[in-house]
């Protein structure tokens, strides 16, 4: 079954369906508000996020580790989260964000 990456305007969705139409029921089904704005079905069966693109690669320690220790300590909160990560990494308010939010997609 072919992988999907399915636009809306307030969505990325990536999901496998058997073809156009059953890709765009996705989002009927899931948020039915919304509008499909493109899309495409990926070449390959897999999904890749670079964390280069994101800002999320340097030699100090696994940002994606402490970020996730800092949401668990945060129960969830992203605003706490960040501030905890701020104090742990002495990162900045936005690169804290980025890192958070990044973390909070894919599930924690």
Known sequence: MPLFEIETSAHIIISWAADDQAAAAVVEEAY???????????????????????GLTDSRDNPCNTARECLSKASGDKVHAIRLYMHETGDDLDRARKVIESNMVMGW
Do not use: N
């Open 32 to 54: 039915p508000g919304e509008h499909v704005v493109r899309l495409t079905r990926r070449p390959r069966d897999t999904w890749v996020i670079s964390k280069s693109a994101l």
